[in-house]
C-alpha cells in the first residue's frame, strides 16, 4: 500500500500529538462556553500582545466562515471584492462569499496569484457610479 500525504487541507492529516495533549488536558471540569472561559482569554491575550490592545477576535470553525466573516465586516452589499481567478475565495468556496456578504467577486488573471496595481486600474474607472459594484476590498 502506498501512502502519499495530501497538502490540500489541514482536514487531510492527523492532529500534532501536543495538540492532542492540550485538547485532552483541557477536556475535563466543567468551564462556561461561548467566549467566556478562560481559554478564549488566553487566545485573546495572545492574539493583543501580537496585533495590539484594540484588536477583536472573532474564533470561527472553519476557513470559509473566516473568508466570509472578514469580507463581510469590511464590505457592504453594493461592493466588491478583486481577487484573482485562481484565489480561494473565488474557486473553493462554493459561492459562500458572494452568498453571504451580498458583495460581488471580481476576478483578475494573476500570474503565480498574485495582483499588481496594473491588475485593479480598470476597475478604479467605475468609483462613485452608484449603477455599478463598488471595489473596496482586494484579496
Not at 31 to 44: K, Q, W
Request: hydrophobic fraction near 35%.
Amino acid at each position: 500500500m502506498t501512502i502519499t500525504k495530501n497538502f490540500a487541507s489541514d482536514n487531510c492529516a492527523g492532529i500534532h500529538p501536543d495538540i492532542m495533549k492540550a485538547i485532552i488536558s483541557a477536556n475535563s471540569g466543567h468551564t462556561l462556553s461561548y467566549g467566556d472561559d478562560e481559554y478564549t482569554h488566553e487566545a485573546n491575550k495572545k492574539f493583543r500582545e501580537h496585533f495590539g490592545e484594540h484588536i477583536d477576535v472573532f474564533p470561527v470553525w472553519g476557513g470559509t466562515a473566516a473568508n466570509v466573516l472578514s469580507l463581510g465586516a469590511v464590505t457592504r452589499p453594493f461592493d466588491a471584492v478583486i481577487c484573482p481567478e485562481s484565489a480561494h475565495i473565488n474557486v473553493d468556496e462554493c459561492g459562500a462569499p458572494e452568498k453571504f456578504t451580498g458583495c460581488k467577486l471580481l476576478t483578475v488573471p494573476a500570474a503565480e496569484g498574485k495582483i499588481t496595481p496594473r491588475d485593479v486600474e480598470g476597475f478604479l474607472s467605475v468609483l462613485g457610479n452608484r449603477h455599478k459594484v463598488q471595489p473596496r476590498v482586494i484579496s
